[in-house]
């Protein structure tokens, strides 16, 4: 059972939570009202019913999230424990929310550790917390699905009153779209920012055309790292969807674990999982298979879109110097300019990724915490903090490898 919270939100939260109807936007009624619940897992949705309220984003569909459930990843053993919040007119699905009840901060890549350090050392519990996200994933998309505002708004509503009920610490939202920003921001949670880096296709026609914009130095090391993997006997394969076998997920996933392993942690996901997405989402899949004298080396696995490659998870099974930015940089660089794709996301945090091309961009989050103590302080450290970012994402981009000329 949750434990129940004894405070309020601080009163500039209080007056922005008043119920919000459907009929106040702009959309024609609807002849059923709407209902939502909390009681439904994903994996009880209709898959298309799902997809088209998340889009074409393969890391928010049905298949994904259904993967991440069912193979146990994300659970309630796993201390995410699934609380998924629906919109209903009649038996039509309007709108959801991928909402978990967290026990720790694990997965995340928004870090609150702190935050729940100064609730211990106040002796006030943290957790259990809501945190809307898909887990182990440090991408931006959508978190508020719906057919209108007026949907979004009642769901964010719904979450924020179980906060303001005492059955939750706080509520936080994680990476989200400028469009699910605004509508945070009008119910007056936390607005908190962050950095990623992300690459971008300026029409490339190779990946030497993408060089011949760095700066001499910066493409002398980039072409001075690629050559001297190739003179080791090192060369890679690049797999699509049903292309990658069997035996490329072992090694794969052997990889992953090895790497985990090295760093003396234990990975988020498992093998079921892998395989749970190579059988019902291939067309998003992409494997980067490194060889060494012939003999499997490391594995690095991205997702895609038609327009969007993510990076995601890689492993190795030895250690050769620029082995990781072959595989996961340059590999994926290659890919995207071959597939007129115009973004490749490099994931979560890592400036090193800076010289090889990857820009800094901004990422966003909102947050509602139920204590007005904590609120106010964790508002006064955000605002300072965006601060902050916002200075040393300006003192990134003057550091970027490309001339100044491009």
């Known amino acids: 059972m949750a434990t129940r919270y004894a405070w309020r939100f601080p009163a500039r939260i209080r007056r922005k939570l008043l119920p919000v109807s459907p009929a106040s936007s702009n959309a024609p009624p609807h002849p059923d009202p709407l209902l939502i619940r909390d009681d439904i897992d994903v994996t009880d949705v209709d898959a298309d019913a799902w997809n088209r309220l998340s889009g074409a984003h393969p890391l928010l569909s049905h298949a994904f ?10 659970s ?72 209108d505002e007026a949907t979004r708004q009642a769901l964010l509503a719904r979450a ?6 005492g059955d939750f610490s706080s509520l936080h939202v994680l990476f989200t779209t400028a469009r699910d920003t605004a509508t945070c921001d009008g119910a007056g949670m936390i607005a908190r920012s962050g950095t990623q880096f992300h690459w971008s296709n300026r029409d490339y026609a190779s990946f030497d055309d993408y060089l011949a914009a ?18 080791q006997g090192v060369t890679f394969e690049r797999r699509r969807g049903d292309d990658i076998r069997g035996a490329d997920w072992a090694l794969f996933y052997r990889c992953y674990q090895n790497t985990y392993a090295v760093h003396g942690s234990t990975p988020y996901l498992s093998a079921d999982f892998f395989a749970r997405i190579a059988a019902t989402m291939p067309q998003h899949l992409l494997m980067v298979i490194g060889r060494l004298h012939g003999q499997p080396v490391c594995a690095a696995f991205d997702i895609f879109s038609p327009t969007t490659l993510w990076g995601r998870y890689w492993g190795a ?6 082995m990781h930015f072959e595989a996961c940089y340059y ?4 890919f995207c300019i071959e597939a007129r794709m115009a973004t490749f996301e490099g994931g979560a945090q890592g400036v090193h990724k800076l010289a090889r091309g990857l820009t800094p961009v901004a990422t966003h989050s909102a947050h509602a915490i139920g204590d007005p103590d904590f609120a106010d302080a964790i508002a006064e450290f955000c605002a300072a903090e965006r601060v902050d970012i916002a200075h040393s994402r300006e003192e990134l981009e003057r550091a970027t490898p490309f001339r100044r000329d491009d």
């Not at 999230?65 to 994300?74: D, N, R, Y």
């Not at 760095?214 to 003179?231: P, S, V, Y």
């Open 76 to 147: 309630r053993d796993s201390g995410w424990r699934p609380r998924y919040l629906t919109a209903w007119h009649g038996d039509t699905l309007a709108g959801a929310m991928p909402l978990y009840a967290k026990l720790h901060s694990y997965g995340e890549y928004v870090f609150d550790w702190a935050w729940a350090d100064a609730y211990r050392r106040h002796r006030r519990r943290y957790y259990p917390k809501l945190v809307c996200a898909v887990p182990f994933t440090p991408v931006t998309c959508d978190r508020l699905l719906g057919q």
């Open 317 to 322: 099974l030895g250690y050769l110097p620029g």
């Open 65 to 74: 999230l259904a993967a991440l459930h069912e193979s146990g990843c994300a």
């Open 160 to 165: 924020l009153a179980d906060v303001r009920r």
């Open 214 to 231: 760095f700066n001499h130095d910066k493409r002398k090391k980039i072409r001075q790292e690629r050559r001297r993997l190739a003179e």
């Open 331 to 334: 590999q994926a660089i290659e």
